[in-house]
């Protein structure tokens, strides 16, 4: 199909494409003419990825480029991509937000914490995790506001969140080629996560109102409960 | 104590404390000469507060004045300020990473099938909740990419976030000022996201070492793994 065609069938304006084949996001397609070529089926389900990555997941061109050769790469050994899409830090982290570096660290507790809490757990995780630097950023961050949760606090989540990876490891299961696990290692570890995030404020809002909620002040008035309380 | 002072106990530059003053994110201290403030504890505690949403959460200033604003206002109940903080969309999102609009949504099926999962869940939850968009933008990512992982493959991951969910609820009581309530709320649902996040990708890469890891090839060469195998 012809480079209009391909901009149809995925919805990405034609001047977006020339850039992602620029960029070396998408394989030229086949030449045809001097300045035309040919694209296929693979240049559809490619381009679709690649909008969801940046789409929906924020992830900046050259993140994305960095999964896409991954992916092509690696793809002979599983746990080598998967390691590969865990090192990748979300866009939020890669050009900081606001200003200024992080400013207070008043005791370090925070990398020794995520050590214990990692040791606790049993977790087998090589030093070059990004997420273990996170998770010591956010001990940090709590012990510095004088706040009470530290890495104990964080145990039942560890728990939960070991649980959340067990059902990401049978997602994986049952994928044929090498390059559909690798996609799919993608899928399940990158672009799962604001769902996951989003899953939890759902259950959140749910309990908060079971737990908080006075008598309907703070339910908004539209109606949408019905109330089976009378005091 | 002087700026000067405020801005050593609390590790931020003072044009920074400057423009969180002009901004509104932080009261003007009291003054005592024409050109100088005299502030307090009250202050420290703030500043840190802030360094905190804006540095770990990679909120925006805007988005940061926000939360403060919604804590100090709504603390006569907790539920109204959950309700606000969950409102809040985290920076990824705000200003959108890379390019253009989200590209093809081939079949809206991602808000019905968001409905369904928080229907099956027995959520209730406003329809204002920002967290059944983004959950219905995956589904709609995931079905757009041709994948099968649908509502229903969330559900386990529903139960482990409801889970959480119920874990937070824990990490709310035993407080004491309503102020104190609501800062705590902050931090247990928008400054510990990161590092549920940062616990699933963890425990991704022990279990993916056990399910994919081939005979070593998979770890790299720094010896941190005590080999019993003998292949």
Do not use: C
């Given at each position: 199909m012809k480079v209009s065609e391909l901009s149809r069938?995925?919805?990405?304006?034609?001047?977006?494409?020339?850039?992602?084949?620029?960029?070396?996001?998408?394989?030229?397609?086949r030449a045809t003419a001097s300045n035309q070529a040919e694209y296929g089926e693979d240049h559809v389900h490619r381009l679709r990825f690649i909008r969801t990555l940046i789409g929906t997941r924020g992830l900046s061109t050259g993140a994305t480029k960095g999964i896409l050769e991954a992916i092509t790469a690696e793809q002979e050994d599983l746990h080598q991509v998967f390691g590969i899409v865990l090192g990748v830090r979300p866009a939020a982290n890669e050009e900081?937000?606001?200003?200024?570096?992080?400013?207070?660290?008043?005791e370090r507790t925070g990398p020794g914490d995520a050590r214990r809490l990692?040791?606790?757990?049993?977790?087998?995780?090589?030093?070059?995790?990004?997420?273990?630097?996170?998770l010591a950023e956010v001990l940090?961050?709590?012990?510095?506001?004088?706040?009470?949760?530290?890495?104990?606090?964080?145990?039942?989540?560890?728990?939960?969140?070991?649980?959340?990876?067990?059902?990401?490891?049978?997602?994986?299961?049952?994928?044929?080629?090498?390059?559909?696990?690798?996609?799919?290692?993608?899928?399940v570890s990158v672009l799962l996560e604001p769902a996951l995030l989003a899953?939890?404020?759902?259950?959140?809002?749910?309990?908060?109102?079971?737990?908080?909620?006075?008598?309907g002040?703070?339910?908004?008035?539209?109606g949408a409960h019905l109330a089976d309380s009378a005091d």
């Amino acid at each position: 199909m012809k480079v209009s065609e391909l901009s149809r069938r995925t919805g990405v304006q034609v001047p977006l494409i020339k850039h992602y084949l620029r960029e070396g996001l998408l394989p030229p397609g086949r030449a045809t003419a001097s300045n035309q070529a040919e694209y296929g089926e693979d240049h559809v389900h490619r381009l679709r990825f690649i909008r969801t990555l940046i789409g929906t997941r924020g992830l900046s061109t050259g993140a994305t480029k960095g999964i896409l050769e991954a992916i092509t790469a690696e793809q002979e050994d599983l746990h080598q991509v998967f390691g590969i899409v865990l090192g990748v830090r979300p866009a939020a982290n890669e050009e900081d937000a606001d200003d200024e570096p992080p400013a207070e660290a008043p005791e370090r507790t925070g990398p020794g914490d995520a050590r214990r809490l990692i040791a606790e757990m049993g977790w087998e995780v090589s030093r070059g995790n990004p997420a273990a630097h996170t998770l010591a950023e956010v001990l940090t961050a709590l012990a510095g506001l004088g706040s009470d949760i530290d890495w104990h606090s964080l145990l039942p989540y560890a728990r939960l969140a070991d649980g959340m990876a067990d059902v990401d490891m049978q997602q994986m299961s049952g994928e044929r080629s090498l390059l559909a696990q690798a996609e799919r290692a993608v899928l399940v570890s990158v672009l799962l996560e604001p769902a996951l995030l989003a899953l939890r404020r759902l259950a959140q809002e749910d309990k908060s109102a079971r737990h908080f909620g006075s008598d309907g002040s703070g339910v908004s008035d539209d109606g949408a409960h019905l109330a089976d309380s009378a005091d």
